[in-house]
């Protein structure tokens, strides 16, 4: 399997495993995830603000209410979401490409 699918698809579940938690108001499992997993997908996939996000939110100012730690975590899954929407459209100009459907024409 090649990297980037392996990133994208450690994102996809990543960002559901989030979602999750976000519903369902885990402040805990949230903080692992972020601090965890989100800094360690967003170095092996090169997204360095990704993971700087991710440390800011613990290291330099922790959260004093538990309003500004899920508005610090809406705000990661956003740059999250973000990035998995580049992954799917760098795939479908790929999987087009590949297809030759990128410049397809209609022959009579």
């Known amino acids: 399997m090649p990297d980037a699918l392996k990133i994208q698809l450690a994102l996809e579940d ?8 976000r519903k369902h108001e885990q402040l805990g499992r ?5 601090y965890c997993d989100v800094k360690r997908w967003a170095r ?5 603000d990704v993971a700087d996000m991710a440390l800011r939110m ?14 610090g975590m809406d705000q990661l899954l956003g ?6 929407n580049e992954f799917q459209r760098s795939n479908n100009r790929f999987s087009m490409a590949e297809a030759g459907l ?7």
């Open 44 to 48: 092996q996939a090169g997204k360095s």
């Open 58 to 71: 613990f290291a330099e100012n922790p959260c004093l209410s538990k309003e500004d730690f899920l508005r």
């Open 30 to 34: 949230l903080a692992l995830l972020a």
């Open 14 to 21: 990543l960002l559901a495993d989030l979602q999750f938690a």
């Open 102 to 108: 990128g410049n397809a024409t209609v022959q009579h």
């Open 79 to 84: 740059a999250l979401q973000f990035h998995e």
